[in-house]
């Protein structure tokens, strides 16, 4: 090898020498390989590489994603359950508490909401012989609130004992005796006893209700009883047909032909007799039956049933009601019959004995 070349190898050797101290050089300033740290601050750093890692700390960003917790803020939509506030609204529903008041609009007639027997017709009454009426009670919205009730007809065992056999039977009502029921359509004025129930008129065909409202007799024209029911007080009068003494339960103690016309009706004791009172055992001023306070009793009077010139001076035989029957009443009266007066009242002698007039009870 020439001078030269020998020259370039030694130069070309001393510089890859050079070239390796200085690449340990930075080796070192980097700790390569070096497990111990030269520098606290590097090995933060190098910590901070992790913390790259760290960047998976991002990731906790899905922490954020637990903002999606705030997607829990949906829970808020739990106050939907305050929308079930509106369930609160549902104790509007406690309007039904209006109902603490009544589930009906009571009135002088009717004293207490009706809560069994409810109809609408009488197909809707479960037991044999009852119909539906209005029970005297009306919603809020002014309906009447119909009930079902016993047919009221005389006793019977057979449909001959009826008034005829094509427009009644002799069925059972209820748990009770056979009645004559009508089983046709309509009613008949003379035969109201047996086809409207206490306190209707036959009129025009249909029962009419003529029930006045009272709270004690005093409240009702003479001849009428106060009756109670479940839902109402209400004046009926004592002279209903009848066939047997069971038939007057609530309007007399007896069955007997009063005005001797060949028709039973419901009579008062006379007396302390035992026996009914009819208008052959009075005369004199006093030449009628008169029916006492709770129609249980009576005595001979100026007011009763009569069938012509029975009655005393001042009064007139008059038909008030539309069965017919005659009574005794004081001459001048504004009315001669029920239907010359309005619904729900009557055309009577007042309590007081004064002329036939409409009479209303404790109806304001």
């Known amino acids: 090898m020439s001078a030269l070349g020998r020259s370039t190898a030694t130069r070309s050797a001393l510089s890859a020498w050079a070239l390796a101290l200085l690449w340990c050089a930075l080796a070192l300033a980097v700790a390569c390989g070096d497990s111990t740290p030269s520098a606290p601050g590097f090995s933060g750093g190098s910590g901070g590489m992790s913390g790259t890692g760290g960047t998976a700390g991002t990731g906790g960003m899905a922490g954020t994603g637990g903002t999606a917790g705030t997607g829990g803020t949906a829970g808020m939509g739990g106050i939907a359950g305050t929308g079930g506030t509106a369930g609160t609204g549902g104790t509007g529903g406690s309007a039904g508490m209006g109902g603490s008041m009544g589930a009906c609009a009571t009135n002088a007639l009717c004293h207490s909401c009706p809560d069994r027997f409810l109809c609408d017709t009488d197909d809707d009454c479960a037991f044999s012989g009852y119909v539906c009426i209005p029970s005297g009670c009306e919603t809020h919205g002014g309906a009447a609130i119909k009930a079902c009730q016993p047919s009221r007809g005389g006793s019977c065992g057979t449909d001959a004992e009826c008034p005829n056999t094509s427009d009644y039977d002799c ?49 009702c024209p003479k001849n009428y009883v106060c009756s109670t029911t479940p839902t109402a007080n209400f004046c009926v009068r004592v002279f209903r047909t009848c066939h047997q003494d069971e038939d007057c339960a609530g309007f007399g103690a007896f069955c007997a032909d009063i005005d001797d016309d060949g028709v039973k009706e419901c009579a008062g004791e006379l007396g302390s007799s035992g026996q009914p009172c009819e208008n052959a055992d009075c005369g004199g001023p006093a030449p009628v039956c008169e029916a006492g306070a709770s129609g249980i009793t009576a ?66």
């Open 171 to 219: 069925i059972s009502v209820g748990a009770g005796g056979k009645r004559c029921v009508r089983t046709s359509p309509g009613c008949t004025p003379s035969t109201e006893a047996y086809d409207c129930v206490p306190g209707f008129s036959c009129e025009g065909g249909s029962c009419v209700d003529r029930r006045v409202p009272c709270d004690d007799y005093l409240d």
């Open 299 to 364: 005595a001979c009077g100026d007011f009763g049933l009569c069938t012509g010139n029975e009655c005393d001076s001042g009064f007139e035989c008059v038909a008030l009601r539309q069965d017919g029957r005659g009574e005794c009443v004081p001459i001048s009266g504004s009315c001669d019959q029920v239907t010359d007066c309005p619904l729900q009242q009557v055309c009577a002698a007042s309590r007081s004995g004064n002329p036939p007039s409409c009479q209303a009870g404790t109806a304001p």
